[in-house]
């Protein structure tokens, strides 16, 4: 796996952002979006959220990309979360602060379009907001996960919202509480359900285009809908989740069925972890 992000020119209706790359498989109908700040350990700052936001809208609205892979450029790190070293530039008043990971998530800018992301090195603090809003999971075995924001003296409030969806209270208070003094290892990630799957770190982003890809080739409206039935469901009591279930399969199903037919879905082999 190269460390670095690819240098080829961004995809067609794509920017040539500054702080993230996005190129498109024609064939497998996959995006891939490389966080590429390697210098600054890929922590993101206002530049990168902006960036990140744009490329969401664009990516969801972009009929031939059927699923994204989320990767990092750079040996080091997946993310450092929040650059702190350099100004965020919220507003004056506090009541006009933003949260950083509305702009970083898929989910807040209604793209649900199936996200795999693949993690190596580090990953820290406000990297959990690309974790906690990606739909699978997969990490090198050198992966390490950790909170940092308590030994910095921060409250750690926002992060763990989303973290205790995917492994539950207990990991969660955990991996908050300790901050810098636990890491969270490929193996235990693989353990609690924060990831699905642990590979070689060369094997890695050939592994998050290989599970894209296999996603990509069904019905979009399949696995769309999937997605967004999944994620919503998780704000809403079970009967209504339910409820509202019922409504995208009646009003999605059609739609996928007919798509299958005109085109066929390629079959991958069967893989058993």
């Not at 507003?91 to 602060?97: A, F, K, L, Q, V």
């Not at 379009?113 to 075995?141: M, Q, W």
Request: glycine fraction near 6%.
């Amino acid at each position: 796996m190269s460390d670095v992000a690819p240098m080829s020119d961004p995809a067609p209706g794509y920017p040539d952002y500054r702080t993230i790359h996005v190129e498109t498989d024609a064939t497998d109908r996959v995006a891939t979006l490389t966080l590429n700040r390697p210098e600054r350990l890929n922590a993101f700052d206002r530049v990168m959220c902006e960036e990140v936001r744009d490329a969401w809208h664009r990516i969801k609205l972009d009929d031939t990309v059927h699923a994204v892979v989320l990767r990092a450029a750079g040996p080091r790190a997946f993310s450092a979360g929040l650059d702190v070293k350099t100004p965020y530039g919220q507003p004056d008043g506090i009541w006009h602060h933003d949260d950083p990971g509305e702009a970083l998530s898929p989910k807040w800018q209604k793209m649900w379009k199936p996200v795999v992301c693949a993690v190596h090195g580090l990953c820290t603090a406000g990297a959990f907001y690309f974790v906690n809003e990606s739909d699978i999971v997969i990490c090198s075995r050198e992966a390490t996960f950790f909170d940092s924001h308590v030994s910095a003296g921060l409250v750690c409030a926002l992060e763990p919202i989303g973290l205790m969806r995917r492994v539950g209270l207990g990991e969660t208070l955990r991996i908050a509480l300790m901050g810098n003094d636990e890491r969270v290892s490929a193996d235990t990630a693989l353990r609690i359900g924060l990831v699905t799957e642990v590979v070689d770190r060369d094997e890695l982003w050939p592994r998050a285009h290989a599970i894209a890809a296999g996603i990509a080739a069904k019905p979009p409206t399949a696995t769309q809908g999937t997605v967004k039935a999944i994620w919503e469901s998780l704000d809403k009591p079970y009967r209504a989740a339910l409820d509202q279930g019922l409504i995208y399969t009646r009003l999605g199903n059609p739609i996928a069925t007919a798509e299958l037919a005109v085109r066929p879905v390629a079959r991958a082999e069967p893989r058993i972890r």
